[in-house]
């Protein structure tokens, strides 16, 4: 390797993570650390190698997580492919009066991303140009959820002011419609994958209710969601909705409970799809589970050990990796191996997580008033 290269791949590295010492921990790695180990070993393959420790091994497109991990580790290595892990900090902006953040995500094409919290508006960020720009603060109270509406510019807001908005991000001075009229704080919302114009959101009062976006009414309602509701990716053919320690899921077109997901000791307060929709995975404090569609089972879980867990979501690149915002940082657990890493993100809870598998994204909302991404 020129010296030209190994300097230049140390300006990279610098930015990614490595191992430091017996418990696991990730950090920075220091420029002098770096080159210590480029003279000792000659080359860095050798950094290469520690930093992809965590995911060296992936299993392509999470198809067969399950079978994955009833493997031994030996033998899923040798039935997987190797790719370079990198997960760094690449940009944070703050909120202007140190609101916090309860919600964020990002839109179909991965060109913005949404955030919104006790500020009582949606601050909209452009990934192209690192600009951002707000909505007005129509909302009376903390918005709860905000959800892209898949293929489009428009979003949805919820809020405990009990009112559902919808805004559009190529013109977000104004509301598009707004449901002002429910009796209960709104705690979560989502649009389906495939019929766009319809979304549902659940309320305090453990009610789901479906809308249709034109015109603009509710079409069904059913108990059994309170905290969280998400449509299964790409079919949307079921509703996943987290209620106490519950997690149901739902055929949305017969209404019928498919799965009841039970073992959390603790309210379950965020839920995930994996990006093929044939795995959730549920969050409470203590306890992260991950259940298969397929077996109706808890597959595989994950302890806090005190951290106190709050959100996840499947990294975009990496099927079998999932990352969990914690109090002030952030956990990522290969869960074919077992393996995990602890990475400083913020300065206070990490309340919600989202992902874009377009520009390979993930992004952190905190009650520390920033949202951060990661690449």
Not at 339 to 360: C, E, F, R
């Amino acid at each position: 390797m020129t010296t030209a290269s190994s300097a230049q791949h140390v300006n990279n590295v610098q930015k990614s993570l490595m191992m430091n010492g017996p418990e696991g921990t990730i950090g920075l790695a220091t420029s002098s650390n770096l080159l210590e180990d480029i003279e000792r070993f000659g080359d860095v393959g050798s950094i290469d190698d520690n930093m992809e420790s965590l995911l060296s091994h992936d299993g392509g497109d999470g198809r067969d997580l399950y079978g994955a991990l009833k493997q031994s580790p030996t033998e899923y290595q040798k039935e997987s492919s190797s790719k370079s892990f990198t997960f760094f900090e690449v940009g944070c902006q703050r909120t202007r009066n140190n609101s916090m953040v309860t919600c964020c995500h990002f839109s179909s094409d991965g060109k913005s991303l949404a955030s919104a919290g006790h500020d009582r508006k949606v601050v909209l960020w452009n990934m192209d140009t690192m600009q951002t720009e707000s909505t007005p603060e129509e909302h009376k109270l903390v918005i709860t959820d905000v959800r892209f509406r898949p293929n489009s510019s428009q979003l949805a807001t919820a809020s405990v002011d009990k009112s559902v908005r919808l805004w559009d991000a190529a013109n977000p001075n104004f509301c598009l419609q707004a449901y002002t009229g429910h009796c209960s704080p709104i705690m979560s919302l989502d649009f389906h994958p495939k019929k766009n114009d319809i979304f549902c959101f659940c309320d305090h009062d453990n009610e789901i209710q479906y809308w249709s976006v034109s015109p603009f009414s509710c079409t069904h309602m059913f108990k059994g969601g309170t905290t969280q509701v998400r449509f299964q990716p790409r079919t949307g053919r079921l509703l996943a909705a987290a209620s106490d320690k519950v997690v149901s899921v739902f055929d949305i077109e017969t209404d019928r409970k498919t799965h009841s997901f039970l073992g959390h000791s603790e309210l379950v307060n965020y839920i995930c799809w994996d990006a093929n929709g044939d795995y959730l995975a549920s969050v409470s404090q203590n306890l992260v589970k991950v259940w298969s569609m397929n077996s109706g089972e808890c597959i595989q879980e994950f302890s806090s050990n005190g951290n106190q867990f709050h959100s996840c979501v499947f990294h975009p690149s990496y099927s079998t990796l999932l990352v969990i915002g914690g109090i002030s940082s952030l956990e990522l657990w290969n869960m074919a191996e077992n393996k995990s890493m602890t990475i400083a993100a913020h300065d206070n809870i990490i309340s919600a997580l989202a992902q874009s598998s377009v520009n390979g994204m993930v992004a952190s909302a905190s009650h520390d008033s920033s949202v951060k991404l990661w690449k």
